[in-house]
């Protein structure tokens, strides 16, 4: 029955069936061909799935990073962006990373951030003279930063399926996202150097000119860094920080940018709706299907597949590293880390890993499959966007797809790199 599940599950995606209705037609052979699962029971897991506490996060930090952007935030981060990497080699293509990297304390969202780039920095980068699998790649795989760097929506869910602390986590994703910023500045310049693209600034800007670009993003800066040190005081919990967040965008777009009129207010409340409908759909549907794989024995079978590989720590790490890359190129990330958490963490944790190293890996590797065919929803959101060919974009891709994969190798071999800020702010896991 678990081969028909999946079965269908894979179909249903392949006929272009949203997601959430994936997830639930899929457990249709379970409700069909036996008792394991009434109907009511299924309506139980999807209205249990949503009351929970710490979900509670998702849609504050949601509804946050609207309010944020209808500030005006978005043009000062890509100003301050362009000063800070617009007179590196490709111009462009390295303000869309730094622009990543400042949007992850906002946004929380690869897929928002990559179709926000697009908008914003795919015709510029065309009149330029780059081709467009460059463009879109750069944009692409950029948006793994604001997956990771903090608040990270896919962090939360990990943090909620995993019961894992979420301060923890959110710490865990710092320094990976800088990596991440750094990995991917130096591997586009190799780039550029060699299709001799032009820095987009003639020569460095002054110091008075970045400090005052920085002085006017400052709030949508110290946004990420508020919440961190409210975890580690313990201010607050996750779910908390989100609404006092909110409260917090508040201020600035009203008292501090004054550019949160009530129109704007309303255009913020009605795409947070529509953003956490998404989301809350898939997290319910996918609970349905979750209890159906339990049932199933799956997460049983998966024990059993990764025992053996017992005695091989790192070996069982990058097994399932590699299963949950390969299922991020066929389904959404937030799927992913509702399904595949409770199926492999706990035989991690049992070989001796910390779920915060593992969860952060997780993060990154299925969000990075949406940058990948079959089903890469970042790369079909940013190709549809600028206009460009799959085959074009997969071959301008490869570096970067080999460069990130390099990166995450490395932090699965020296899982310090993810836990030193954890454990160096909230102290060592117990």
């Known amino acids: 029955m678990l081969t028909a599940v999946a079965l269908l599950f894979f179909l249903f995606l392949f006929v272009s069936v949203p997601v959430a209705?994936?997830?639930?037609?899929?457990?249709?052979?379970?409700?069909?061909?036996?008792?394991?699962?009434?109907?009511?029971?299924?309506?139980?897991?999807?209205?249990?799935?949503?009351?929970?506490?710490?979900?509670?996060?998702?849609?504050?930090?949601?509804?946050?990073?609207?309010?944020?952007?209808?500030?005006?935030?978005?043009?000062?981060?890509?100003?301050?962006?362009?000063?800070?990497?617009?007179?590196?080699?490709?111009?462009?293509?390295?303000?869309?990373?730094?622009?990543?990297?400042?949007?992850?304390?906002?946004?929380?969202?690869?897929?928002?951030?990559?179709?926000?780039?697009?908008?914003?920095?795919?015709?510029?980068?065309?009149?330029?003279?780059?081709?467009?699998?460059?463009?879109?790649?750069?944009?692409?795989?950029?948006?793994?930063?604001?997956?990771?760097?903090?608040?990270?929506?896919?962090?939360?869910?990990?943090?909620?399926?995993?019961?894992?602390?979420?301060?923890?986590?959110?710490?865990?994703?710092?320094?990976?996202?800088?990596?991440?910023?750094?990995?991917?500045?130096?591997?586009?310049?190799?780039i550029a150097?060699?299709?001799?693209?032009?820095?987009?600034?003639?020569?460095?800007?002054?110091?008075?000119?970045?400090?005052?670009?920085?002085?006017?993003?400052?709030?949508?800066?110290?946004?990420?860094v508020f919440l961190l040190v409210g975890f580690r005081y313990g201010f607050f919990t996750a779910t908390e920080a989100g609404a006092i967040v909110v409260v917090y965008a508040l201020i600035v777009g009203v008292f501090m940018h004054r550019e949160l009129t009530f129109s704007r207010f309303l255009k913020a409340m009605e795409d947070s709706v529509c953003d956490i409908g998404m989301v809350m759909l898939i997290v319910a549907m996918g609970a349905v299907l979750g209890h159906a794989l339990t049932i199933e024995q799956a997460p049983h079978a998966i024990a059993v597949f990764l025992t053996d590989?017992?005695?091989?720590?790192?070996?069982?790490?990058?097994?399932?590293?590699?299963?949950?890359?390969?299922?991020?190129?066929?389904?959404?990330?937030?799927?992913?880390?509702?399904?595949?958490?409770?199926?492999?963490?706990?035989?991690?944790?049992?070989?001796?890993?910390?779920?915060?190293?593992?969860?952060?890996?997780m993060i990154i590797l299925v969000t990075m499959g949406g940058n990948t065919p079959p089903v890469g929803v970042i790369m079909y959101t940013v190709c549809g966007i600028l206009k460009c060919s799959f085959t074009e974009f997969i071959r301008w891709s490869w570096p970067f797809l080999a460069a990130m994969l390099a990166l995450v190798a490395i932090m699965a071999l020296f899982p310090q790199v993810v836990l030193f800020l954890p454990d160096a702010v909230m102290g060592p896991a117990r």
Not at 210 to 217: K, M, N, P, T
Not at 334 to 361: E, K, M, Q, R, W
Request: glycine fraction near 10%; proline fraction near 5%; include cysteine.
């Open 193 to 224: 150097r060699r299709n001799g693209y032009a820095p987009e600034l003639a020569e460095r800007p002054r110091a008075g000119e970045v400090g005052r670009a920085f002085l006017s993003c400052f709030w949508a800066l110290a946004f990420p």
């Open 309 to 361: 590989f017992a005695g091989e720590r790192y070996l069982t790490l990058f097994v399932v590293l590699i299963i949950v890359f390969l299922a991020g190129t066929i389904m959404e990330a937030t799927v992913n880390v509702l399904l595949i958490t409770p199926l492999v963490l706990p035989s991690l944790v049992l070989a001796g890993f910390d779920p915060v190293h593992v969860g952060v890996l």
């Open 21 to 190: 209705f994936a997830l639930a037609l899929a457990t249709i052979p379970v409700f069909m061909l036996g008792d394991y699962m009434p109907m009511t029971v299924a309506l139980q897991r999807m209205y249990g799935a949503t009351q929970s506490y710490p979900l509670l996060a998702v849609p504050f930090f949601i509804l946050a990073g609207n309010l944020m952007n209808s500030t005006g935030i978005t043009e000062r981060l890509l100003h301050f962006a362009r000063l800070l990497t617009g007179w590196m080699t490709g111009g462009l293509a390295q303000v869309s990373i730094a622009l990543s990297a400042l949007m992850g304390g906002i946004s929380g969202s690869a897929v928002a951030d990559a179709a926000m780039e697009a908008r914003l920095l795919g015709d510029a980068m065309a009149q330029r003279g780059y081709p467009k699998g460059f463009s879109a790649s750069v944009i692409a795989f950029s948006s793994i930063i604001t997956a990771t760097i903090p608040p990270s929506i896919g962090l939360i869910l990990f943090g909620f399926v995993a019961e894992v602390s979420i301060g923890r986590l959110l710490l865990g994703g710092v320094v990976p996202g800088l990596l991440m910023t750094l990995t991917l500045l130096f591997t586009t310049a190799i």
